[in-house]
């Protein structure tokens, strides 16, 4: 019998109008990795935080090595051997890379009690070579990728040297490889006898590194199997509460004339010389690693950020985008990668976040058509079954998932040609991801154009009907999604030549 | 190195550029002054221009700290003037006090009121804006009040009292040597001890602070804290140096203050602030005040060049900066 | 004006607050007024701006009172918000810095300007032996009484060419009223002018400012300092020797005749005309004159010197 | 998807939501004003009284319309005041050159449109520049060109009937109130019922999102500065005909003034959160507060230490009556 070092029972957390977990139990096992799954806003975050004492439970027990307990701050837990990665990244952007983690718990020399940063910078390094970085501590962390700030969490996860450690979603904004990596240093530390609770969507993650698999859903716990004991379909009827048939559905392969190419794209420092074209009811699939470029090319073709050379044609006629009005003029969308910083207002209802695209069309003359707006709203909101109870509800009580289809709902607010996604089902549990795939699938059949940005594989594979390959900021393949292997395109993704112009 | 860095390793980081920036104007505007009058470079010249900085300085470490917090202090001004006039009137009434016991006096004083302002804000949450406006009506009110509308004038301050401003250590003025003592043990503060990073980590992210559990509130409440104590401290340098004490001493400088804070590359949206910007920054400032009446500039001509010469120096280092940020782009192999 | 309570009442409105000069000259006012068995309103807005002191006349129109008696911070930009208070029947008088003719009976006059200014002038004269170069450090550039005495200073000098062929004024500076912007004008002036001779400062903190300047610098003998001042303010450089001597009236007394003016005006007995005559309680009889502006004028009388001798009596009064 | 959650749209409607709302707790400190003010002064609480006062403190009103949305925004313009005095400067100015009065009107709301486009300008020009540093300068420097303009004149001598604007009444109320009340209901109007308003409130909150989202943000940023210079110059106007002339020094510390009443209507500095009718009513609790105590002779310093209390303690009591629970973001 594995020795249980925490335990949590009937567990309570209600937020002003949401309970957010009614009645949860859990029980974590020395040196085992626990996968946590459940939809989006099913309570694993809120979970989590009551576990390391953000917030205060409203009923229930918790119980560390037999003794009850309760942190009172995430620092307290943190002494008691309790670190964990927080689903949005919680990272001092001003500050170096050593900073970040070593925040809370500096390394100070005796006498003086200043802070030691030599020894601070070398062993933040050391730590960084161990999870294989590859970049210097001294940098500034808001020069980082997202995927690299990420890696920052862990190292500063493993510098407490906790005996608990809690990743909410680590994968989330990783790609194939550097999650191989994480699978890597997870499994490491199980191994030295840590226990890990690991929350993500991705069934893929959870199969290859859980040991026993709890799942929530509705703010209630479900139940808690050995891996073994548990195939996908129950899995996912644990989670959902039915059964999904069909992740990716079928696709009618019949793409139409040319809608958007690119010629030659390049901006200096960011991508140089891609070309590229969608056609009518195609959806087009842009791959690599993160940091290969292709936000930045998205974000070019949509007017946001500028590019030096190289053309761009709507339809056959060229023309340049100097911002996304324009862009959205002529029927082109995108969904942003940061949904919240990028994506939503926060602070404002569903209702208003939907709309905000398209300001224009409930407007007569000058003022708004508020019952136009709520109605419109309304319908987008069910359409993609945004869950709340209303949509006067704030952006920001939403879970991750809901929030992504929130500003999914902004995009179909608008008539169409082109929808740019940058990574549409990153951070979204697997019922919405399903309904996202489908929405995708919709428009596409109703004639419009796709560009899919996306890392996951099985989603490349599975939705596209082309795969364009990037690598440090060229297109190194074009791909037919029937003719191709998930090794061929890993192969453009990281190993290509890329000829430097 | 164990490894090859994935980011190459520049030059020069962003806030040093913006400094050498800052550095190179103050150098070119240095050099026309001293063409139209070569005074301007004199020992003398220079000794009263950071004489007449010093103050300045002082206040602007502080009102770093609090930008970095993300907050801003407008009731300055008002805590130099109390301060200023309580400790003139105590003088005046114990001639014989030690000038140390004055300068804990108005650096204790300003702390009450910099511990105010901090729980305001900190505590009980309010917009720092909004609190330090309100304390800025106050605290000018009440200054009125304890003086009676009186001034304390140069006669009934002892010579003691006087020379803390006036006084010189190694041939070098008191007011320098104390703004001089002020910026190392900020920068050693800012630089070398756990409180003082954790005040910049909370500029940079309030949430992240409060999930990792630093003491949030407390390090805001400590920015103002410091800012009242080195306004108080300010208050009393003020006093002795111009040796008189009125209602609406320093009335408006808290915008002087910040203006030299953002010159120096203080962020207001928190986080960002270092030492070598600030005291460009200061110097700056000083420079327009000195060398504008040294080069015969009408008076009615001194401000708007003062406000362009502000201007041109934020937008040339946004020039500089995008210029070198392209050429770096121009390097990186894509 | 119409009494409720039958007490006549007399309003003085100051430029600003805080001002010890201002506070005196209130302070004989409310003497003079009550005094008379009358009771006295004494206002000052918290900045020197006429739009602050507008607001404070409407104030008293709305209280009736009998007479507003007013330190300017504007020459013209008070008459519309005066003309409107005659309208209601109260007595305006203007007193030490001057509102326009139109919109006063008459102006207290501390000191006559031209006497101010060429009396500045022959100090200077005295204090550099004759020869050398002089500057003028001033309040802000807009003052208008400051303004009206540099204009009579340089007539001085134009006027007496010959007395002061090797008199030189070489700038006019001004600080502003301000403490930090009238040392660094003052060090510019040392900077710029090194023969520098005199500093003539016709305002409080600008000659305390230049003072204290040349006690620090340790130029006192070498560079000397006169002007108008308050002798608390002055006292330190009075008996230090950075100013030798300088000039001011009591501004208890300007007060104390603006009282009378205004209780005489309120009843129709000081109509404003030149050549009118009132008595001042303890200062005596005074007559109304014709004033450089166009209007007229009662004036207080020269200006007092201060210098090493009698400064230790005052510095306690003022 | 099968099981489409139907989700509401219908708005629930709380007494308490609405009795919560910053603006009654100030229609509650003006009551209290008017109580305590008819108590100190048996001159304050007259019909004529009321309504002829707020001609003494509605001139520099204005300001606070355009600042209102500059602060929702979540910015700061500190360069009103200089621009109040070079619009009245030039117009002044140009008056006594020879142009019409009407005209010279015109030039003034011209000034002062083009300072705060300038400003504007420069802000979306150089995106790196904060907003306190760019109206810093541009309020050093306008008052500047008002003193290189004018040096140590003053300006005046305008056509009679000018003084109507900041001195005349229609039907017993004052032309100012008149235009104040206009224009409250103008700037009321675009800030909540229009899409211009609706963008404002969002750059507040979250000025990448908007700029993804296809609103012209730019665009946005340059109108309400430049609004707050017009109406810098309509201040100036008043504030002209109400001295009947004009210097480089007139309107000094106005932004704070109006800064103060902007945020004790409960607009956050923070940006995203404000309406229209706190910032009004604090004109008046503020006007009368002030001019109350005028009437009885209470001195000035006194008043700074009562409007300074007022701001906080109002700032305060409104925390303490909503529930403290404070929104946490999803990590
Ligand atoms: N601070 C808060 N205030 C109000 N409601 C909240 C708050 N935080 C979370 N909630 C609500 O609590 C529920 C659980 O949210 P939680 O973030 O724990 O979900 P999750 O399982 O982590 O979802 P995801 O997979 O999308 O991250 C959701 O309905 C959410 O809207
Ligand atoms: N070697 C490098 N040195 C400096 N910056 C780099 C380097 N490689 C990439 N970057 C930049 O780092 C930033 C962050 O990358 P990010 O993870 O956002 O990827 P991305 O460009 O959006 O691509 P993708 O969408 O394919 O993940 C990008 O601006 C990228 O150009
Ligand atoms: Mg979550
Ligand atoms: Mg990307």
Known sequence: MPKTLLELKNIVKTFPGVKALDGVQFNLHQGEIHGLMGENGAGKSTFIKIITGVYQPDGGEILLNGQPLRFSTPMDAQRHGVAAIYQHVTCYPDLSVTENIFMGHEKLRKVTRRIDWTRMHSEAQKLLNQLNAGFRSQIRMGDLSVARQQIVEIAKALSTEAKIVIMDEPTAALTQHESQELYRITESLRDHGVSIIFISHRLEDIERLADRITVFRDSRYIGTWQAGQINQNQLIVAMVGREITQMYPKHSKNPGDEVLRVENLTRTGYFRGVNFQVRRGEILALTGLVGAGRTEVCEAIFGIAPFDDGSIFLEGKQIQWSSPVDAQADGLAFLPEDRQKQGLILEWEIGKNITLPALKYFSNLFWMDPNREAKEAGRLASKLAVKAPSIFAKAATLSGGNQQKVVFAKLLIRNLKVIILDEPTKGVDIGAKAAIYEIIENLAAEGYAVILISSEMPEVLGMSDRIVVMKQGHVTAELITDQTSQEEILNAAMVAEVHHA | MPEKPLNQRKFLQPEQLRELGLLLFILAIGLAVQLRNPVFLSISNITSLFTNTAILGILAVGMMLVLVTRGIDLSIGAIIAFTGMVTALTVARFPGLPPFVAILEGIIIGMVFGALSGILVARLDVLPIIATLGMMNVVRGLTYVVSGGQWVSSYQMSDGFKAIATGKLFGINNLIVIAIVVYIVAAYYIRHTRVGRRIYAVGSNPEAAEISGLPRRRLIFLAYLIMGGLSGLAGVLWVAKFASAQGNTAIGYELNVIAACILGGVSISGGVGRIFGLILGTVLLGILNNALPLINVSPFWQMGIQGLVILAAVITNVLVRRNTERDALRRRAI | ?318 | MSDVRKISIEKEWSWKGFFLQWEWLLVLVLIVVFLVNSLISPYFLTLSSLIQTPSTFLDKAFIVFPMTMVIILGRIDISVGSTVALSAVVMAVSYNAGVPMPVAMIICLLVGTIGGGLNGLLLTQFKELSHVIVTLASMIIYRGIAYIILGDQASGGFPDWYSFLGWGSIAGIPFILIVFAVAAVIFGLVLHKTRFGRSVYGMGFNSTTCEYSGLRTDRVTLIVFTLAGLMSAVTALFLTSRMGSTRPNVATGYELEVITMVALGGVSTSGGIGKIGGPILAVFIIGYLSYGMGLANIQAPVVLVVIGLLLIVSVLAMKFRVSPKKRKLAM
């Open chain 3, 1 to 318: 004006g119409t009494k409720d309570d039958g007490v006549e009442r007399h309003a003085f409105i100051f430029k600003n607050t805080g001002n010890p000069y201002g506070d005196k000259q209130m302070q004989g006012f409310a003497d003079g007024i009550e005094e008379m068995g009358f009771e006295a309103i004494t206002r000052a807005p918290d900045q020197p701006t006429a739009e602050a002191q507008i607001q404070i006349i409407e104030q008293l129109i709305a209280q009736k009172v009998d007479s507003i008696s007013i330190t300017g911070n504007d020459f013209d930009a008070l008459q519309p918000a005066l003309r409107k208070a005659m309208d209601a029947g109260i007595a305006i008088l203007s007193a030490d810095s001057a509102v326009n003719p139109e919109s006063r009976i008459t102006h207290i006059n501390q000191a006559d300007s031209e006497m101010i200014g060429r009396t500045l002038i022959q100090a200077a004269y005295d204090m550099a032996e004759g020869a050398g170069e002089i500057a003028v450090l001033s309040a802000t550039s807009q003052a208008s009484n400051q303004n009206l005495w540099i204009e009579w200073m340089k007539k001085e000098l134009d006027e007496n060419s010959g007395k002061y062929a090797n008199l030189k004024l070489v700038r006019i500076a001004y600080g502003d009223d301000l403490r930090d912007k009238s040392v660094s004008e003052t060090e510019g002036l040392l900077q710029s002018f090194p023969n520098l001779e005199v500093i003539i400062a016709p305002t409080t903190v600008g000659i305390a400012a230049a003072g204290r300047v040349i006690t620090d610098r340790g130029l006192i003998g070498q560079i000397d300092v006169t002007g108008l001042g308050l002798p608390s303010e002055m006292a330190e450089y009075i008996e230090n020797g950075s100013c030798p001597y300088m000039f001011l009236w009591n501004p208890i007394d300007v007060g104390y005749l603006t009282a009378y003016a205004a209780v005489a005006a309120s009843r129709g007995e000081l109509t404003g005309a030149a050549g009118e005559f009132f008595s001042a309680g303890r200062l005596g009889e005074f007559s109304v004159v014709k004033a450089s502006d166009g209007g007229t004028e009662v004036l207080l009388g020269a200006p007092f010197k201060f210098e090493p001798s009698n400064i230790g009596e005052w510095k306690s009064v003022y």
